[in-house]
């Protein structure tokens, strides 16, 4: 298609910005660094193996610098307690990198730093605070499975404006309602830019001739009926009773309360997850489970739960605790972690709707009882 058939990221953000008569710019420079920094990290996760190549300045295979990219070597343990692949790091570098020098930031966090990164002395602070998880799906670096970067944008507190002081934890501690946007990037055949400013989704291909994200997906919608959904299927017996339910229902097919049959994926890559549902419908659940008792959920709210919820709910679809809007939730701690489903509205809304009921069964049928692949 001829390139003036598509819009660039930049004009998307210039023409959203008109909304704004008294806008700075600020934000789009916010964003088209974040794009940046997605750009730089798909060309690292792009040569995957080749990364180990000895070149003469010690960098990786095509002038990256990035080094060694695949395996564990060079990654270390983060706040979680995970290991974190040498990407990992990388990736949360690229992203600190290339958004705290622009004068649009007042400071960031992300999953791989255990406290709020400062924006260096010597450059300016600005009235944005940006969250990431910069590389989701990491366990897939090493066979070659899509992988992802998520993001979401909260205003600083006026009295971090205000004085330029250091950001600490609480100024992070706002609710998913808050986000200025979210959006995430997929490194998967194609690498899509995924982007919420508040008027609904859109998705923009990277064109590896130009290097620029085109707007390719121009109003994205979460189909609301679907006959797919997404769990870890190995956490069963630590499910509560409507999680359960609501499974066993799918499974049963066209022989159970549903009357019809349901196909299932697990990618393991929450974005990958994000971005089929975005496109064909379907519903993801990591819920909470009785797995680990010291942790309620497997996802990180403020950097995965929420811009994955706010892009699902800008798209019609909805994002919820299994009990709640995700949305709504207010945060206690930087790297909370949260039971999440989202999804296609009505699904959602059902599971919610189980968890509401006691025990999250209203009226069990004995046959379908005994028929139960899940029963703990
Ligand atoms: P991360 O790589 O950032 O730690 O996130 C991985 C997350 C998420 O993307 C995915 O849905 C989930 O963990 C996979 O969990 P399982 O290992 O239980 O499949
Ligand atoms: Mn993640
Ligand atoms: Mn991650």
Redesign the pocket.
Known sequence: MPLSHRSTLTQYLIEQRRRYPGASGDFNALILDVALACKAIARAVAFGELGHAPCQDGGAVGGTGVGTVVGNVGGGINV?G?TQKPL?VISNDVFTRMNDWGGHCAGMAS?EMDDPYQIPPQHPRGKYLLVF?P??????IDVNVS?GSVFSVLRAPQSVVESGRDVVEADFLQPGTHQVAAGYALYGPTTMLVLSVGHGVVGFTLDPNLGEFMLTHAHIQVPAETQEFAI?A??SRFWEAPIKRYVDECLAGKTGPRGKDFNMR??????A?AHRILMRGGV?M?PRDTKDPSRCG??RLLY?ANPIGYIIEQAGGRASTGRAAVLGVQPTALHQRIGLVFGSKHEVERIERYHAQPHGVDMPSPLFAERSLFRS
Request: glycine letters at 4%.
């Open positions: 979680q995970e990992d999953e998880d590389l989701d799906g990491s366990s897939n992988v870890n190995s956490n697990w990618i393991a890559s929450m974005v997850e993801f990591y497997r996802l995965e």
